[in-house]
């Protein structure tokens, strides 16, 4: 059974720091691309940033140069490293691995950034 597993979501003031979590089990997700949307009140969820199997990587510009993806495939782990959170990074955060076309989610974390 494939699984998505986040952890890592909290409350901080703006211009602090959190990290995001996605352990996957139940196959080897190397090759997949795997990211983060968000999801915020009153708003489309949006992708916040995605890295391939290859390791190419993508940011939306709202947060780029505050937030660094990356993976550990020994772990079957991606990594969402948010500095300098601003409130509007406020949401939930879902964790995704996809592949030809299949998509598995994790079940979000909140991440909640106070003014």
């Known amino acids: 059974q494939v699984q998505l597993v986040e952890s890592g979501g909290g409350l901080v003031q703006a211009g602090g720091s959190l990290r995001l979590s996605c352990a996957a089990s139940g196959r080897t997700f190397s090759s997949y691309a795997m990211g983060w949307f968000r999801h915020a009140p009153g708003k489309q969820r949006e992708l916040v940033a995605r890295i391939s199997g290859g390791e190419v990587i993508y940011y939306q510009d709202s947060v780029k140069g505050r937030f660094t993806i990356s993976r550990d495939n020994a772990k079957n782990t991606v990594y969402l490293e948010m500095t300098g959170l601003k409130p509007e990074d406020t949401g939930v955060y879902l964790c995704?691995?996809?592949?030809?076309?299949?998509?598995?989610w994790g079940q979000g974390s909140q991440v909640t950034v106070s003014s």
């Open positions: 995704y691995a996809v592949k030809f076309g299949l998509v598995y």
